[in-house]
Nanobody, 125 residues
Framework: HVQLVESGGGLVQPGGSLRLSCAAS????????MGWFRQAPGKEREGVAF????????FYADSVKGRFTISQDNAKNTVYLQMNSLKPEDTAMYYC???????????????????WGQGTQVTVS
């Protein structure tokens, strides 16, 4: 059973920063890839950032490039999303997602992922 445990959301003023964390099982961390998604009320869930935990390559949505950074801590099986220069439009529920294996076609497609975290709310106001 793969479990993703998220933390780090909260309320922040525009221009502020938050860091989200997602802890995964060792097996999932070593043999898959992970992404961060967000979903605002009335909108579809959208991909924010992605990382191959085995190799470190990462990708970002255009809307967050230069502001958000995805990183990993191998000792803790944890992926982070550092969010800087936050804007009100970044307000959403943020989800961590994981996929078994390294092959995928579109990292922004929610159907590519096998496991999801419970979500953590980020409010920029």
């Amino acid at each position: 059973h793969v479990q993703l445990v998220e933390s780090g959301g909260g309320l922040v003023q525009p221009g502020g920063s938050l860091r989200l964390s997602c802890a995964a099982s060792r097996y999932m961390y070593d043999n898959g890839c992970m992404g961060w998604f967000r979903q605002a009320p009335g909108k579809e869930r959208e991909g924010v950032a992605f990382i191959y935990t085995g190799g470190g390559s990462s990708f970002y949505a255009d809307s967050v490039k230069g502001r958000f950074t995805i990183s990993q801590d191998n000792a803790k099986n944890t992926v982070y999303l550092q969010m800087n220069s936050l804007k009100p439009e970044d307000t959403a529920m943020y989800y961590c997602a994981a996929r078994s294996g390294w092959l995928l076609v579109d990292w922004k497609n929610t159907n590519e992922y096998d496991y999801w975290g419970q979500g953590t709310q980020v409010t920029v106001s």
